[in-house]
């Protein structure tokens, strides 16, 4: 079975850091396709980033150069490092994961709108202006 649990969610002031982790069970973290989503209330689910099983990477235009994805393998954990907050990244984060997606397609403009097979349960994002 396998589950995905997101941490490190919180209240942070506008230009402030927070880093999510998202750590798996159930399978061999570099078989899959991992990505993080966001979605506030009224809004629908937003796509932010993705990393493959070699550490290929892709981020969403509203946070590039200021979020990063990235993996520990050994430790079966995914993180997206979120530096420079903002209002507008206040939402609740969910992790995803999916052995469908190789390389390039986790990655690619088709994996930004893939139905992920794994999701975690969320962790929420505040950022006061």
């Known amino acids: 079975q396998v589950q995905l649990v997101e941490s490190g969610g919180g209240s942070v002031q506008a230009g402030g850091s927070l880093r999510l982790s998202c750590r798996v069970s159930g399978y061999t973290r570099s078989e899959y396709c991992m990505a993080w989503f966001r979605q506030a209330p009224g809004k629908e689910r937003e796509w932010v980033a993705a990393?493959?099983?070699?550490?290929?990477?892709r981020h969403a235009d509203s946070v590039k150069g200021r979020f990063t994805i990235s993996q520990d393998n050994a430790r079966r954990t995914a993180y997206l490092q979120m530096n420079n907050l903002k209002p507008e990244d206040t939402a609740m984060y969910y992790c995803?994961?999916?052995?469908?997606?190789?390389?390039?397609?986790?990655?690619?403009?088709?994996?930004?709108?893939?139905?992920?097979?794994?999701w975690g349960q969320g962790t929420q994002v505040t950022v006061s202006s």
């Open positions: 995803a994961a999916d052995r469908g997606l190789t390389h390039p397609d986790c990655i690619s403009d088709s994996g930004t709108l893939y139905d992920y097979a794994f």
């Open positions: 990393i493959d099983g070699g550490g290929y990477t």
